[in-house]
Antibody, heavy 126, light 108 residues
């Protein structure tokens, strides 16, 4: 049973860098993309980007200038860094397993998030 | 950027049928996935590729996608279906993902 768990500070000061880690258990971090998605309180979901175990990444254009994602295969973890945060970055941050277009047929559905972490609330303070 | 438009809310009586729409330019040519999010919980996928149900999702859930509108239909609605529903598209050219604004389903 694959499980994802987010970890990191729940409070970040404005203008600083938000850092989160997602630990994957029950599956090897290869084969799939690993995405970050966020949801401001009472608002919609927003895809932030994904990282592949090779280290390749793809980011939402609206956040690209501030986002860095990385992966640690030895620890089965992947990470998110979001720089220069403001109050608008206050949100629940989810990590999720994401299906790449080159996944073997029948393994998953391209572009879909089939497993999610429980989410972690990050509040940006002024 | 590609915009997906969902109605903010849909209300339906128990036992009736709910239709939640997702509008987008030529969305019928794209792969659409649907998620259910109950309060305080992470989203759960309820429909893949327009009309493929994950295991564990009741047959009451179905999907369609044509032209500029994708639709998630829930038949014989139950109180437990009350939740927020999000459509999501995968863009094959950029490999980006986009979510709709979400629809709150209220069971009267």
């Amino acid at each position: 049973q694959v499980q994802l768990r987010e970890s990191g500070p729940g409070l970040v000061k404005a203008s600083e860098t938000l850092s989160l880690t997602c630990t994957v258990s029950g599956d090897f971090i290869g084969t799939y993309y690993w995405s970050w998605i966020r949801q401001p309180p009472g608002k919609e979901l927003e895809w932030i980007g994904y990282v592949y175990y090779s280290g390749s990444t793809n980011y939402n254009p609206s956040l690209k200038s501030r986002v860095t994602m990385s992966v640690d295969v030895s620890k089965n973890q992947f990470s998110l860094k979001l720089s220069s945060v403001t109050a608008a970055d206050t949100a629940v941050y989810y990590c999720a397993r994401d299906c790449p277009p080159f996944a073997p047929y029948g393994v998953c559905y391209t572009g879909a998030f089939d497993i999610w972490g429980q989410g972690t609330l990050v509040t940006v303070s002024s | 950027s590609y915009v997906l438009t969902q109605p903010p809310s849909v209300s339906v009586a128990p036992g009736k049928t709910a239709s939640i729409t997702c509008g987008g330019n030529n969305i019928g040519s794209k792969s659409v996935h649907w998620y259910q999010q109950r309060p305080g919980q992470a989203p759960v996928v309820v429909m893949y590729y327009n009309n493929d149900r994950p295991s564990g999702i009741p047959e009451r859930f179905s999907g369609s996608n044509s032209g500029n509108t994708a639709t998630l239909t829930i038949s014989r609605v139950e109180a437990g279906d009350e939740a927020d529903y999000y459509c999501q598209v995968w863009h094959s050219d950029t490999d980006h993902r986009v979510f709709g604004g979400g629809t709150k389903l209220t069971v009267l």
